[in-house]
């Protein structure tokens, strides 16, 4: 088993930046992907980015795509999500999430696709 715990989330401007963390503990060794979610109020969780644990490759969701940037730190298990440019549309709860099997790339945008994840850290983008 994996266990996440997320940081970093607050309260921003729009056109401001924030930077999330995940920090992953247990079963690390079998870690394949982790990713990033966000589901706002009334909303389905939709997923925003990932990042294969051992080969670095990233994916992005067209919303945040240049804006926002996943890095993982295989040394301390930790996981990144630099946001930039943040707009209001952004506000949700962002959760981190761990795949442990291999998977075609485009599974890992489907949320059920993790096995574990974190308890979520709030970011509000006020206008």
């Known amino acids: 088993q994996v266990q996440l715990v997320e940081s970093g989330g607050g309260l921003v401007q729009a056109g401001g930046s924030l930077r999330l963390s995940c920090a992953a503990s247990?079963?690390?060794?079998?870690?394949?992907?982790m990713g990033w979610f966000r589901q706002a109020q009334g909303k389905e969780r939709e997923f925003v980015a990932y990042?294969?644990?051992?080969?670095?490759?990233?994916y992005y969701a067209g919303s945040v795509e240049g804006r926002f940037t996943i890095s993982r730190d295989t040394a301390k298990n930790t996981v990144t999500l630099q946001m930039n440019s943040l707009k209001p549309e952004d506000t949700a709860v962002y959760y981190c999430?761990?795949?442990?099997?291999?998977?075609?790339?485009?599974?890992?945008?489907?949320?059920?696709?993790?096995?574990?994840w974190g308890q979520g850290t709030q970011v509000t983008v006020s206008s």
């Open positions: 247990g079963h690390t060794f079998s870690l394949y992907a």
């Open positions: 999430a761990a795949r442990m099997r291999s998977s075609s790339y485009y599974t890992l945008v489907v949320a059920k696709n993790y096995s574990a």
């Open positions: 990042i294969t644990w051992s080969g670095g490759v990233s």
